[in-house]
T-cell receptor, first 112, second 111 residues
């Protein structure tokens, strides 16, 4: 079984809709991250959390919110989706020491 | 200017050949460096860390040049399976140990 899972894997939604992307991990890591990836732009950090009570904004947090429900779960919400939020979204975890991050398989979101 | 910049490529490489490409970073407080590999529409995965003295992992060699603020990746004896996008990643201590990703360099190995 995958260590980092994301649901849904693909989602098409309409402008103005609220949508939640979920991430779960079995690696036992405290640190979790949400990124979006657009072609040619690399991964941009949306939000990150170093433990259940710690939530931090990343580079591009506007239009997004997160919830860290438990050590193993970190969800990303788009309160009112807009077309330029169409992207590939990745969740990742790390133990905070080695620098390595472990990524989920990604969620492909299309906002029409 | 982006914090981490890469030539997007693609680098078209004959099978068996050697390919090398660089990544430049702008923040002198950058502490740790990594190369990640990303296959099309898949998640990034750590390929190798980059150490100050340079390091090898099989056919892959990574170098760090702090004075000029770049890192490099060299792939020897390229295999078809090396076709992927290679992401340069920098960890900045003063930025809460977050990782900053470059846009990636695409490598296509052809028979």
């Amino acid at each position: 079984d995958a260590d980092v899972t994301q649901t849904p894997r693909n989602r098409i939604t309409k402008t103005g809709k609220r949508i939640m992307l979920e991430c779960s991990q079995t690696k036992g890591h405290d640190r979790m991250y949400w990124y979006r990836q657009d072609p040619g732009l690399g991964l941009q950090l949306i939000y990150y959390s170093f433990d259940v009570k710690d939530i931090n904004k990343g580079e591009i947090s506007d239009g997004y919110s997160v919830s860290r429900q438990a050590q193993a779960k970190f969800s990303l919400s788009l309160e009112s989706a807009i077309p330029n939020q169409t992207a590939l979204y990745f969740c990742a975890t790390s133990d905070g020491t080695s620098g390595e991050q472990y990524f989920g398989p990604g969620t492909r979101l299309t906002v029409t | 200017r982006k914090e981490v910049e890469q030539d997007p490529g693609p680098f078209n490489v004959p099978e068996g050949a050697t390919v090398a490409f660089n990544c430049t970073y702008s923040n002198s407080a950058s502490q740790s460096f990594f190369w990640y590999r990303q296959d099309c529409r898949k998640e990034p995965k750590l390929l190798m860390s980059v150490y100050s003295s340079g390091n090898e992992d099989g056919r892959f060699t990574a170098q760090l040049n702090r004075a000029s603020q770049y890192i490099s990746l060299l792939i020897r004896d390229s295999k078809l399976s090396d076709s992927a996008t290679y992401l340069c990643v920098v960890k900045i201590l003063t930025a809460g140990n977050k990782l900053t990703f470059g846009g990636g360099t695409r490598v296509l190995v052809k028979p």
